[in-house]
């Protein structure tokens, strides 16, 4: 996600993959594991770097247990070379390499990560395990040196993503780079903003487009008043395709599918059928078919798709969540039911798109209200818009203007910053994050009421069968959101606007802008990886949803992000928790401290003037992590 100019931040990356590590020589089993926290950074080298002095205990059912020192290696940099590619290197629709006066340029904002089994595949040159890593790029938020450009371009620039093949070693499991490429997304109007991701349990990464294009500003329609679109379509058009005009914004804000063939060839979808929203990501439920997505912003909605068959998201049905508010505390508590926006397929809403729908095809549209009780007043992403749609639309608005589309049918559009979703397939359960609790979710009216908190908060989103859609239809899915309730040891310590010496607007010993999130079933962990401007450095938790405990395991560098978790929990006998980091030292303005000017020095020199972001992980000091099974 990006933290948009007025809350502080933009974004960055942690990716969360779990292993184990078999041995035949032993008969004892893991029966649980334990994270023992580290202290917040406290001097300025520590303030500029990542790093964890977290350890992590394991304890056997023979009444043995073993601790293991926490230690984070890198796996490359953004702008590195690997084989004459540059990792987060950015391509027009021809896969050019987009340059300035420096020479290719580069992203410096990788963000969701996968780490993938191929079956046969081979990376060049290892002598270990293959392995395919596929990782988001989501912006460059450095202007191109070109002797004009100025500011901050995120959006402005095409997104990327990139394909590593590692070598595993078979001795420690410590992964090395054997070469690098970008993926072409030429064939699908290139990529846009790619967030999250999560790896799919047939073995695809499944990725994001977050903050959609808004169609009706594209086509010369003026913003709603309090829209919280601060996309850059034109620009973004006229580096990719050389065309300030050509790009069509219904192409973007979908969700990405990757897949990866054994030569180590990837191969891109987009898919037209889960709806066209701000995505975060989108996490599936244990059938392979229900897939619950993140719509992040400001008045955003809860969306739900159950695709008709497992393992295939071209084809199905969305829905959007209606709230009943039955609890205020810690984020309050919510009852859900669920309101059907369509049935459709990629082939049938591609073939809208690629025949030139617009904006106003869909909906007729006002700003100020019509006089005409024929309009429905929504509130979304968008700003305040009276709309009316056109005969014969429904199923464009359902999944071209999803968001739009959700309110004007009743479901609530009053969520904030909601990021990523994790699934607990042994309780049944989703984990779903707010990064922040504010506008449409505090204010006096509508469906949502609670207390605001810059902290932002963690929700369990329980599931039911046999469930139906307010039209009293069956929702042909077993895992179907019930009741969304805040985790009280997860609501953000807020200091309710105060700060301490240092500027900084929450505990540091309790979540802060918590944005992405892993669970581990096997050690029934969720991982929570933070991007905020309220507190100057952002962590890694660990949180064991049996015992309670919540423990400090990542710190990374002053300004950065650190999000992109997914969790893997047996590669070939090894363990990893896997991190990346974006834009460190973005925006220091906020800090206080008496060590800022040494801070921002060693910043630079450490990550390459702010040109730098680390994609790796968390292992042992000697390589990965023993198994977690």
Same mark, same amino acid.
């Given at each position: 996600?990006?933290?948009?100019?007025?809350?502080?931040?933009?974004?960055?990356?942690?990716?969360?993959?779990?292993?184990?590590?078999?041995?035949?020589?032993?008969?004892?089993?893991?029966?649980?594991?334990?994270?023992?926290?580290?202290?917040?950074?406290?001097?300025?080298?520590?303030?500029?770097?990542?790093?964890?002095?977290?350890?992590?205990?394991?304890?056997?059912?023979?009444?043995?247990?073993?601790?293991?020192?926490?230690?984070?290696?890198?796996?490359?940099?953004?702008?590195?070379?690997?084989?004459?590619?540059?990792?987060?290197?950015?391509?027009?629709?021809?896969?050019?390499?987009?340059?300035?006066? &420096?020479?290719?340029?580069?992203?410096?904002?990788?963000?969701?990560?996968?780490?993938?089994?191929?079956?046969?595949?081979?990376?060049?040159?290892?002598?270990?395990?293959?392995?395919a890593m596929v990782v988001n790029f989501e912006y460059r938020e450095l202007p191109?040196?070109?002797?004009?450009?100025?500011?901050?371009?995120?959006?402005?620039?095409?997104?990327?993503?990139g394909l590593a093949l590692i070598n595993q070693s078979k001795q420690n499991g410590?992964?090395?780079?054997?070469?690098?490429?970008?993926?072409?997304?030429?064939?699908?109007?290139?990529?846009?903003?790619?967030? *999250?991701?999560?790896?799919?349990?047939?073995?695809?990464?499944?990725?994001?487009?977050?903050?959609?294009?808004?169609?009706?500003?594209?086509?010369?329609?003026?913003?709603?008043?309090?829209?919280?679109?601060?996309?850059?379509?034109?620009?973004?058009?006229?580096?990719?395709?050389? &065309?300030?005009?050509?790009?069509?914004?219904?192409?973007?804000?979908?969700?990405?599918?990757?897949?990866?063939?054994?030569?180590?060839?990837?191969?891109?979808?987009?898919?037209?059928?889960?709806?066209?929203?701000?995505?975060?990501?989108?996490?599936?439920?244990?059938?392979?078919?229900?897939?619950?997505?993140?719509?992040?912003?400001?008045?955003?909605?809860?969306?739900?798709?159950?695709?008709?068959?497992?393992?295939?998201?071209?084809?199905?049905?969305?829905?959007?969540?209606?709230?009943?508010?039955?609890?205020?505390?810690?984020?309050?508590?919510?009852?859900?039911?669920?309101?059907?926006?369509?049935?459709?397929?990629?082939?049938?809403?591609?073939?809208?798109?690629?025949?030139?729908?617009?904006?106003?095809?869909?909906?007729?549209?006002?700003?100020?209200?019509? *006089?005409?009780?024929?309009?429905?007043?929504?509130?979304?992403?968008?700003?305040?818009?009276?709309?009316?749609?056109?005969?014969?639309?429904?199923?464009?608005?359902?999944?071209?203007?999803?968001?739009?589309?959700?309110?004007?049918?009743?479901?609530?559009?009053?969520?904030?910053?909601?990021?990523?979703?994790?699934?607990?397939?042994?309780?049944?359960?989703?984990?779903?994050?707010?990064?922040?609790?504010?506008?449409?979710?505090?204010?006096?009216?509508?469906?949502?009421?609670?207390?605001?908190? &810059? *902290?932002?908060?963690?929700?369990?989103?329980?599931?039911?069968?046999?469930?139906?859609?307010?039209?009293?239809?069956?929702?042909?899915?077993?895992?179907?959101?019930?009741?969304?309730?805040?985790?009280?040891?997860?609501?953000?310590?807020?200091?309710?606007?105060?700060?301490?010496?240092?500027?900084?607007?929450?505990?540091?010993?309790?979540?802060?802008?918590?944005d992405n999130l892993r669970f581990a079933g096997s050690i029934r962990t969720l991982?929570?990886?933070?991007?905020? *401007?309220?507190?100057?450095?952002?962590?890694?938790?660990?949180?064991?949803?049996?015992?309670?405990?919540?423990?400090?395991?990542?710190?990374?560098?002053?300004?950065?992000?650190?999000?992109?978790?997914?969790?893997?929990?047996?590669?070939?006998?090894?363990?990893?928790?896997?991190?990346?980091?974006?834009?460190?030292?973005?925006?220091?303005?906020?800090?206080?401290?008496?060590?800022?000017?040494?801070?921002?020095?060693?910043?630079?020199?450490?990550?390459?003037?702010?040109?730098?972001?680390?994609?790796?992980?968390?292992?042992?000091?000697?390589?990965?992590?023993?198994?977690?099974?």
């Amino acid at each position: 996600m990006r933290i948009r100019p007025s809350s502080a931040a933009t974004a960055a990356v942690i990716s969360l993959a779990l292993a184990a590590c078999n041995d035949d020589s032993s008969s004892r089993s893991l029966s649980s594991v334990e994270f023992i926290g580290m202290p917040a950074p406290a001097t300025a080298a520590e303030k500029a770097d990542a790093y964890s002095t977290a350890r992590i205990k394991y304890l056997y059912d023979d009444g043995s247990n073993e601790t293991h020192d926490l230690a984070y290696h890198r796996i490359f940099l953004t702008a590195d070379m690997i084989g004459g590619s540059m990792v987060g290197g950015l391509y027009d629709s021809d896969d050019r390499a987009l340059t300035d006066n &420096d020479g290719p340029m580069a992203a410096d904002g990788p963000d969701g990560t996968s780490l993938i089994q191929v079956p046969e595949l081979s990376a060049p040159g290892g002598t270990g395990n293959p392995l395919a890593m596929v990782v988001n790029f989501e912006y460059r938020e450095l202007p191109p040196n070109d002797g004009v450009s100025k500011g901050g371009f995120w959006s402005k620039l095409p997104a990327a993503t990139g394909l590593a093949l590692i070598n595993q070693s078979k001795q420690n499991g410590s992964l090395t780079p054997k070469s690098y490429q970008n993926v072409s997304f030429s064939g699908v109007n290139g990529g846009w903003i790619h967030c *999250g991701s999560t790896l799919s349990a047939w073995g695809t990464h499944l990725s994001s487009e977050e903050y959609e294009p808004d169609a009706k500003t594209r086509q010369g329609l003026f913003a709603a008043t309090g829209t919280d679109d601060g996309t850059d379509i034109n620009s973004f058009s006229k580096y990719y395709f050389g &065309d300030a005009a050509r790009a069509n914004p219904y192409h973007y804000g979908l969700l990405p599918e990757i897949s990866i063939d054994r030569t180590g060839k990837a191969t891109v979808v987009k898919h037209y059928a889960t709806g066209r929203f701000a995505r975060e990501m989108m996490e599936m439920a244990a059938d392979h078919r229900t897939g619950i997505g993140g719509d992040d912003g400001a008045n955003t909605g809860l969306f739900m798709f159950v695709a008709d068959s497992e393992k295939n998201l071209s084809a199905g049905t969305l829905y959007a969540a209606k709230v009943t508010q039955t609890a205020a505390a810690n984020g309050g508590g919510f009852a859900l039911r669920w309101v059907k926006l369509g049935r459709s397929t990629d082939a049938e809403i591609k073939a809208l798109v690629d025949g030139g729908i617009r904006f106003s095809d869909i909906f007729l549209v006002s700003n100020t209200d019509p *006089g005409d009780a024929s309009y429905r007043m929504v509130t979304t992403y968008n700003g305040t818009e009276w709309l009316k749609l056109k005969p014969g639309m429904e199923k464009a608005a359902a999944f071209l203007e999803t968001r739009r589309y959700a309110a004007y049918l009743g479901a609530t559009t009053e969520f904030s910053k909601m990021e990523y979703i994790a699934f607990n397939a042994k309780d049944r359960k989703f984990y779903v994050v707010i990064s922040r609790v504010e506008r449409g979710m505090a204010d006096t009216a509508g469906d949502i009421r609670v207390a605001r908190n &810059d *902290g932002g908060v963690v929700y369990e989103l329980a599931t039911g069968t046999a469930q139906n859609d307010t039209d009293g239809n069956a929702i042909n899915s077993e895992y179907v959101g019930t009741a969304l309730v805040g985790i009280p040891e997860l609501n953000g310590g807020w200091l309710n606007g105060a700060k301490d010496a240092e500027g900084n607007q929450c505990s540091q010993d309790r979540i802060c802008g918590p944005d992405n999130l892993r669970f581990a079933g096997s050690i029934r962990t969720l991982f929570i990886g933070e991007d905020t *401007g309220r507190r100057n450095n952002n962590y890694v938790w660990a949180f064991n949803v049996d015992t309670r405990k919540l423990a400090r395991i990542l710190t990374v560098p002053m300004a950065a992000e650190a999000t992109g978790l997914t969790v893997v929990e047996d590669y070939n006998g090894f363990a990893y928790i896997l991190g990346n980091f974006q834009h460190p030292g973005d925006s220091l303005a906020a800090y206080t401290g008496t060590d800022k000017a040494e801070i921002a020095s060693l910043i630079d020199s450490k990550w390459g003037n702010r040109r730098k972001s680390a994609i790796g992980y968390l292992g042992t000091k000697d390589g990965a992590l023993p198994k977690l099974r």
